[in-house]
Structure formats: C-alpha cells, structure tokens
C-alpha cells in the first residue's frame, strides 16, 4: 500500500516528517526511488510521469498536489482509478491573496500610474466607486467562491460565470454557454479561475474579449491552456483592452522572446498565484486516504467526464 511521491526535493523533506510523524503505518517513497511498482498504490504529484497508468498497475488513487488535474490525461485513465484534486486551505489562501491585489490594483489603475510614474507624470484620474466597478469570475468552485467572499466587502459589482448555474448571495450567477455573452457585457474586470477542460480550453479567445467591454481588463489565474494568447495580444494592442495580469501561459516556462515578457500592458507572473502548503494540504490528502482504506468517499474526488 506504498504512497508515492513525485514533488521537488525541498518539499520531499518536508512530506515525508509529516507522514513519519503522524502517519507511520503509511509506506511512503519519493521519485525516483520508487521502489517495487506493483506496491504503489496511492500516487501524489503536480506533473506525473508520461507513463503513469501502464507503469504503476495496481495503482487506486492519483492525488493531485494541485487544485488542477489537467495534467494527469483524465481521458486515459484506467478505471479502477480515481484522480483526487487538492483542496488544500493553502491554494485558496494563495489564490484569494493574488485575486485580492489584481482586482484591487485594476480597480485603482495601478497600471497607468506605474506607467505614468516611469513617465514622470503627477496625475489623478477621477476614482469610481467600487460599487460601480464589475467585477466578474468565471469557474466558481471552492475557488471562484473563496474570491468572491473576499471581494464582497469592497462592495464590487459582482458576477460569476459557471457551466451550470449557481446561486451565490450577493453575486449574479450566469450559468452555461448560452448565457456567456452576458455574462462578459457585465465585467470591467474579469477573472479566470475555470479548471482546464475540453469545454474550457481557448476560452479566453477574440470572441470572448470583443464581448468583454471597451476598457475591460483580464486576469488570468486559471491554466495556460485558457487563453489564446495571440488574441489577447490582439485585444490589447488594439486598446480594447486596457490591461492583463497573467499568472500562467501555454508553455511554463516561456521562450525569452514570448511577447507577454516585456509587454507594457500585461503584467506576467511566473505561475506563483498559489502554492500547495505541505502542512495544510498533509490534512487534506491523509483524510482522503483514510477515507479510501474506508471505503468512504474521498473530498475532491474528480468525476469522470467532467474533468474536475
Ligand atoms: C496550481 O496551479 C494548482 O492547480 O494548484
């Protein structure tokens, strides 16, 4: 029943504690030192091997260490295999901080005093209420919503955006394709914290920006895989839209010469919008394996089809 591990070296240490303290009666293995395959039966990771199914046969459960598994080709995994994504309170945490400060920063045109600071330009620009400011989140799980309870007591105008619809106090849900267009009229600022699926990919596309409104700007916080980045260059060269912060691309790390590196208008993080907490994730996956030796159901189950 060994649980194994493919994490970086420096978070190696610190799971395995966790496990040799609290935990001892689980068998755990750090890649690559992975031991006799046929014993793993529990596999932890962000980025799994290519050849995660047919190496480990006797394998049960994939626990992502992310809050995406989008990386563990949901489309082939064999039956007998559930994929577990992490709700660790650390990811929320992370991405709540980070939707905090980009909403806020765009609220407050930080991008054009910045500019206007390498300029040497001492100007104010009348300020809008908070009220009158759309805020929209597209993918409201665990994380669309931890945003959205932060954002609230700023008083934002908020919206959300999900494949069915949801009821949220305080926000006005739109739920399903048909309901998109809307959706997009009502956001100044719009952020993406969708999970990456087939239905998903490409979303943030030249349709989706020309439906956004004149000035609108776009915060990018869900996958790589979301946007389309041609067309967000497109969107903002053309001044449609005024601005973008990006925390994930299509290819991590980028090419030194991927245009969004030195772009005036898009700010660029190196995918740091959250970061699994070994200490608060630790809870969360060893209840899921408890659960599972149960046979009780385990939290963040990923159901099939959907992929998340
Ligand atoms: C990070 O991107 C995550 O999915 O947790």
């Not at 929320?92 to 905090?100: L, P």
């Not at 010469?257 to 208008?265: E, G, N, T, V």
Request: net charge negative; aromatic share 8%.
């Amino acid at each position: 029943m060994t649980l194994l591990f493919k994490v970086p070296d420096e978070r190696a240490s610190v799971w395995k504690a966790l496990f040799a303290e609290h935990a001892p009666d689980i068998p755990v293995r750090f890649w690559p030192d992975i031991g006799d395959p046929a014993q793993v039966r529990y596999f932890a990771a962000w980025q799994p091997p290519a050849d995660l199914y047919e190496r480990f046969t006797e394998l049960e459960v994939v626990f992502a260490t992310s809050a995406g598994v989008d990386q563990f080709d949901l489309a082939h995994v064999p039956d007998l295999v559930s994929v577990v994504r992490m709700l660790d309170p650390g990811i929320a945490q992370g991405i709540i901080e980070y939707a905090g400060f980009a909403v806020l920063g765009l609220h407050r045109q930080l991008p054009t005093y910045l500019q206007q600071q390498r300029e040497g330009v001492w100007k104010a620009h009348p300020l809008l209420a908070a009220s009158k400011r759309r805020v929209g989140v597209m993918g409201l799980g665990n994380l669309g919503q931890a945003t959205l309870n932060t954002l609230r007591p700023f008083g934002f105008a908020l919206s959300g955006w999900s494949r069915t619809l949801k009821t949220l106090p305080g926000v006005q849900c739109y739920g399903g394709l048909e309901q998109l267009p809307d959706f997009l009229g009502s956001c100044d600022i719009l952020l993406c914290l969708l999970p990456l699926t087939h239905d998903t990919a490409g979303i943030l596309n030249a349709q989706t920006f020309a439906a956004l409104p004149a000035g609108a700007s776009l915060i990018n916080l869900g996958r790589g895989g979301h946007l389309v980045e041609a067309d967000l260059l497109a969107a903002l060269d053309s001044g449609h839209l005024a601005h973008a912060i990006v925390d994930v691309l299509q290819e991590e790390p980028p090419r030194s010469d991927h245009p969004f590196l030195d772009h005036p208008k898009i700010w660029l993080t190196p995918h740091i919008g959250a970061m699994t907490d070994p200490h608060s994730a630790f809870e969360v996956l060893l209840e899921n394996i408890r659960r599972h030796q149960r046979g009780e159901d385990m939290v963040g189950l990923v159901e099939p089809g959907t992929g998340y």
